[in-house]
């Protein structure tokens, strides 16, 4: 082996390598799990899918040799434009030439082989961001290069939405850790699980309190990082708004309950005046107004002069504040629209059924029921390899697919999920040290790319298996059963490890 090859050698991170190669092995094993009782034929069979598996997976190490030693690394660099472009087109293409599949337009049949393209996009579509992002004159904290940023990462986005593929979508949303790394603030951070919050809050309890909610962390906000000279007054009447505007509602009912009680009792014993019936719609009438409307008026009073407020002292972060208010109250009054007619009928229900807002163990709860039952039968150490009765039998649908993490659950026990996030943890944080360690900010920040979309993968996968996300459909990374899913993370790591390798052999 010539000084060339041996640091050629070195340079690549094997410990990446070998925790990949693990991770498919793991998943293998369990796709045959989940299947061999179903199925006829063994772990390398073609009739069953534990084989058609092992096929994609030799296929798969083939394409990684293929990136890692064949393909010139800056390629991927120079070629990524038009690449996105392909990708794009493809993404659209298929929403009308694809067949319907559970509610999706998102396959190519290719004779036996079905391939999907949003599995690649996630490719282009971080090879385009760390090729704009990478730069020279590029700084996140101008609008003209964040709306660049946001582009690319939105169109593929909300194509893919429109193909009723919304779990790969919700992907995309990783990326923002991306930008956050290369300066975004970390307000936009805050400012998207402000919005998961009104609108879960909005559908779980009522807009009024989503109000009060984002209006008390606006007070909060400019009490403690507002200017100095009136942290003081803020705290002191928010804190009184916020008390005397939250309980105002409930003592305006209750004494109107009492007064309107007391109305019926004088009624029914002597004689009432016409003046006295009006009094009583009158105090009817209070009883029935929303709380809502009376906070929203009292904003409508006080926005105005706030606003004024803001304008003649040169007050930024109060100006910002009254815009957030008023987005926030826009996204609350929006919600019902957006759930009624913007999310297909089984994400709604699987949303209520998340939510508690009724339930359904035999419909749309069933999957999340029989994956609970088969991870906590399961125990500590498992029921071992092929023993697991929840999954020879068949409950939980989708085993080898979106729920696969079910098996490693039923016959590994807490202690093999405990294995199998360990390693996809190590993963993550592995990308993430490789990418930090890169001189080149292209290979950096694909690396960023490259880890939040594993990421988001593993936490929305096992957070629906176990209740804690809706049932969206999205595989879990090199473990479901799929060969789309398992090329598409392939070239998306091992792209990066050309890229550092490439790098790294010159130092």
């Known amino acids: 082996m010539t000084e060339r090859q041996a640091h050629t050698r070195q340079s690549v991170d094997w410990w990446l390598i070998g925790t990949y190669l693990v991770l498919v092995v793991i998943g293998w094993l369990n796709i045959y799990a989940a299947t061999h009782s179903s199925e006829p034929g063994s772990l390398i069979s073609w009739s069953s899918r534990a084989g058609k598996q092992f096929v994609w997976i030799l296929t798969s190490l083939g394409l990684a040799g293929l990136i890692l030693y ?11 434009i038009p690449f996105y472009v392909m990708v794009l087109g493809l993404l659209v293409l298929v929403i009308f030439v694809s067949s319907d599949v559970k509610g999706s337009h998102s396959w190519f049949n290719l004779g036996p082989i079905r391939f999907q393209p949003a599995e690649i996009s996630k490719i ?3 090879l385009l961001l760390a090729y704009a992002m990478s730069q020279q ?7 003209k290069d964040f709306w660049t940023a946001a582009l690319i990462i939105g169109v593929p986005m909300l194509v893919i939405v429109g193909e009723s593929e919304t779990g790969s979508a919700l992907v995309y949303a990783g990326f923002i850790f991306v930008l956050y790394r ?20 909005t559908l779980k309890w009522s807009a009024y309190w989503s109000v009060m909610f984002m209006t008390t962390m606006l007070l909060l906000c400019n009490a403690y990082m507002g200017p100095k000279q009136r942290r003081k007054g803020w705290l002191l009447y928010g804190s009184l708004f916020v008390g005397v505007i939250g309980a105002f509602p409930f003592v305006l009912r209750f004494f109107c309950e009492r007064v309107q009680a007391h109305m019926d009792f004088l009624s029914s014993r002597v004689w009432v005046p016409s003046a006295h019936e009006n009094y009583h719609y009158f105090w009817s ?24 407020k803001a304008w003649n002292g040169k007050d930024r972060f109060l100006a910002i504040s009254l815009g957030v208010w008023m987005a926030g109250v826009a996204l609350i009054f929006s919600t019902d629209y957006i759930f009624q007619h913007v999310l297909q009928p089984h994400q709604r229900s699987r949303i209520e059924v998340l939510l508690g807002l009724k339930e359904d163990p035999a419909g749309v709860g069933y999957n999340v029921m029989q994956s609970k039952i088969a991870i906590g039968s399961g125990g500590f150490f498992g029921k071992g390899y092929l023993q697991g009765t929840q999954t020879t039998f068949g409950f939980v649908p989708e085993q080898a697919t979106d729920f696969i993490f079910c098996t490693v659950g039923e016959e590994w026990g807490f202690l093999g999920c405990l294995v199998v996030i360990g390693l996809y943890t190590f993963l993550i944080a592995r990308l993430v040290l490789d990418a930090e360690s890169c001189r080149g900010k292209f290979t950096r920040i694909y690396g960023y790319c490259v880890a939040a979309c594993v990421f ?16 969206i459909g999205i595989p879990l990374p090199l473990l479901s059963y799929g060969g789309s899913s398992l090329w598409g993370f392939t070239i998306l790591i091992f792209i990066f490890l050309s890229l550092y390798r490439d790098e790294k052999k010159y130092f």
């Open 70 to 80: 064949i393909i010139p690394p800056r390629l991927w660099e120079s070629t990524c």
């Open 285 to 308: 009438f209070l009883l029935d107004v929303n709380p809502l409307w009376i906070l929203l008026g009292m904003g409508a009073v006080a926005l105005p002069l706030l606003g004024v």
């Open 456 to 471: 988001m993968h593993l936490f929305i996968n096992v957070g629906m298996t176990i209740g804690l996300v809706p049932v």
């Open 137 to 143: 004159n590029f700084r996140i904290t101008r609008w």
């Open 124 to 126: 282009s579509t971080s």
């Open 182 to 201: 290369e300066g975004l603030s970390g307000w936009w951070l805050g400012t998207i699980g402000l919005i998961i919050m009104l609108f879960v809050g």
